[in-house]
């Protein structure tokens, strides 16, 4: 017991967990009412799309690829749905499933084109995000709002909870999804084939494995991902905009690599960006309560953890190298 050493694989989602807790025990040693369960679960509430986002994103960056598009499929989701629901008069039982098959068949072909052509996933996601912003704009060019009597129930519906807190309907949807992604990443063919991918694509060709179909269909599960927090992120704005989520793309990275996934693909957990979007929406959290702050301190200090979490992947990286043997 006394030679016992934690696995390092274990070490970047221990430092995301304890930086959480430590940012979260800073707020409430500074501003009255910020430890409260209804707090925490505003956390949720508030960033209930980026983390459907970012759990997609996950298996990306675990294949060792990257998904540009996302911000803009969420955009798209949200203008299809306000101009489907809003102005052409359809039903939402069946608009929400169009625009899930539309988001996932959207990520399966850029997965196709990433793996048929041996283009760089930068290259072919930095077009989706091209194009499927320009959709938003040949759909409309101004805000389409809705009013359909399901979305505003959706929106306005609380799951209360013992102490008098709630959560929404959203956080429910969006822990689905992470519980979800833990059995498929831990539990499935997909999930080993992924890491596998991630880690070594060549020895993963090698041993057979399908290299080709499971990159589709992790770009696939992103696009499966960014349409349905596009789906919750209209029940939070209830309009479709062609600026939603500008930015998102980068915001869903930042906390998966903040939740301790390696950028070069291969390891990481779907938990660890689960704590990287809580600490995300702690900053903002703590900006709210100081009341004397920008909005834009937000992204200086995701920034900076991000130059924090990059160093310390590239440490814990060479390390393991160095003990690998020759």
């Known amino acids: 017991m006394a030679n016992w050493k934690p696995d390092r694989k274990y070490i970047p989602i221990f430092v995301t967990i304890c930086l959480f807790f430590l940012m979260f025990l800073a707020g409430s040693l500074r501003y009255n009412g910020f430890f409260s369960l209804q707090v925490f679960m505003?956390?949720?509430?508030?960033?209930?799309?980026?983390?459907?986002?970012?759990?997609g994103m996950t298996f990306v960056?675990?294949?060792?690829?990257?998904?540009?598009?996302?911000?803009?499929?969420?955009?798209?989701?949200?203008?299809?749905?306000?101009?489907?629901?809003?102005?052409?008069?359809?039903?939402?039982?069946?608009?929400?499933?169009?625009?899930?098959?539309?988001?996932?068949?959207?990520?399966?072909?850029?997965?196709?084109?990433?793996?048929?052509?041996?283009?760089?996933?930068?290259?072919v996601t930095l077009a989706g995000m091209f194009l499927a912003r320009g959709l938003c704009y040949v759909i409309s060019i101004d805000t389409i709002t809705i009013n359909d009597p399901f979305y505003t129930t959706m929106a306005l519906a609380k799951i209360r909870l013992p102490g008098g807190a709630f959560i929404s309907v959203s956080v429910v949807i969006a822990l689905a999804v992470v519980l979800l992604a833990v059995y498929l990443a831990h539990y499935t063919r997909f999930g080993r084939n992924t890491y596998a991918i991630g880690g070594n694509p060549t020895s993963a060709m090698l041993m057979g494995l399908p290299v080709g179909r499971t990159k589709m269909l992790v770009y696939a599960f992103s696009g499966f991902c960014s349409s349905l927090g596009g789906v919750v992120f209209t029940f939070y704005m209830l309009s479709g905009y062609g600026l939603h989520a500008v930015?998102?793309?980068?915001?869903?990275?930042?906390?998966?690599?903040?939740?301790?996934?390696?950028?070069?693909?291969?390891?990481?957990?779907?938990i660890g960006t689960l704590f990287g979007v809580l600490i995300h929406g702690v900053i903002q959290t703590i900006i709210t309560f100081e009341g004397t702050l920008s909005s834009w301190w937000t992204k200086m200090v995701i920034g900076m953890l991000l130059f924090l979490f990059i160093l310390l992947q590239r440490l814990f990286t060479a390390q393991t190298s160095r003990n690998q043997p020759m």
């Open 247 to 270: 930015g998102l793309e980068l915001d869903a990275i930042a906390a998966v690599v903040i939740g301790g996934t390696l950028l070069t693909g291969g390891s990481g957990y779907v």
């Open 61 to 123: 960056i675990l294949s060792g690829g990257i998904d540009l598009s996302v911000g803009s499929v969420v955009a798209l989701t949200t203008m299809l749905s306000a101009s489907l629901v809003t102005e052409a008069g359809w039903p939402p039982y069946v608009v929400i499933p169009l625009v899930l098959a539309c988001g996932t068949l959207f990520g399966w072909l850029m997965g196709a084109i990433i793996h048929h052509f041996d283009i760089q996933p930068f290259i």
């Open 42 to 55: 505003n956390l949720l509430i508030d960033n209930a799309f980026l983390l459907i986002v970012a759990t």
